[in-house]
């Protein structure tokens, strides 16, 4: 397949920050068959590139503890101007967690914390162009942010991104928006209010495309995961939240048409 158009201010890449990058790597292998190659150590400080089937899909890279951030999965977003978008960040409500740094040869990368205090990644595109899948089983296949600030954090992303947005539902049950509409939405936002735990924070969850839901949480457990919340019907497909070993959460999805 051709690689995927990763629009400007739409996800691009994903990473994971990993306390145990070895144990990680295992995991993901057996559950999603990745494979991965490690760049230069002084470079990039031994980031490594997960691929799936060749394509390339996701980063790893240490926790080693000095950021304070417990082992999580990181959306991007394409920008064209990252100081642009790190000044409008600054004006719209946002924060600037990691200001524009370049990595050598790739591109360049920020870290913002957006109206209602989630954080996500910004990239602005040099040699490294985004992940090459999508939506195929073993590729991140939608992004969905919870928050507790619901019509902030939307204008947020339209201001400081550009989103084209439109309102999937609007009610206290359920309040999601999304960039794009329909078959060409690319990411979702949810009011979140009503369930989050008190204590936890706003937050981007990435989904991975799986083949069958019950058989990859069947695994995740034997492998040393965690189930957050079980697998479920959806108008979406059967998704399902998990934990990998070290306790990083991620999302699964399977297609099971219209329900």
């Known amino acids: 397949m051709p690689k995927p158009e990763l629009t400007v201010g739409a996800p691009c890449w994903i ?19 990745w ?13 490594i ?32 101007d990252i100081d642009a978008a790190t000044k409008a960040a600054a004006e719209h409500g946002g924060q600037v ?20 205090g989630a954080a996500v990644g910004i990239w602005e595109f040099g040699g490294h162009t985004g992940y090459e899948v999508v939506a195929e089983n073993g590729a991140p296949a939608w992004h969905e942010l919870f928050t507790r600030d619901f019509a902030p954090t939307v204008k947020f992303y339209e201001d400081v ?21 329909g078959d060409d939405s690319k990411a979702g936002i949810m009011d979140a209010s009503s369930f989050l735990p ?11 495309a799986v083949e069958n839901a019950d058989a990859i949480i069947e695994k ?4 040393g995961g965690e189930v957050i919340q079980p697998a479920e019907d959806t108008p979406f497909g059967r998704n399902a939240a998990l934990k990998d070993p070290t306790g990083a959460e991620f ?9």
């Open 15 to 33: 990473d994971l920050l990993t306390s145990a990058p070895e144990k990680s790597q295992a995991f993901y292998t057996e559950l999603f068959g």
């Open 35 to 47: 494979t991965y190659e490690a760049g230069d150590a002084e470079l990039y400080g031994g980031y």
């Open 49 to 80: 590139t997960a691929s799936k089937d060749g394509k390339m899909v996701a980063g790893i890279m240490n926790n080693d503890g000095t950021s304070g951030s417990p082992d999580v999965w990181t959306t991007y977003l394409r920008v064209d």
């Open 97 to 116: 967690y990691l200001p524009p740094m370049e990595v050598p040869e790739q591109g360049k990368m920020a870290m913002f914390g957006d109206a209602g």
């Open 161 to 181: 991104f550009g989103w084209d947005t439109a309102v999937v539902g609007d009610t206290d049950e359920f309040r999601y928006t999304t960039l794009g509409a």
């Open 198 to 208: 008190a204590g936890a924070p706003a937050s981007w969850h990435v989904y991975f």
């Open 220 to 223: 995740t457990l034997a492998l």
């Open 251 to 259: 999302w699964i999805t399977q297609d099971i048409g219209q329900v």
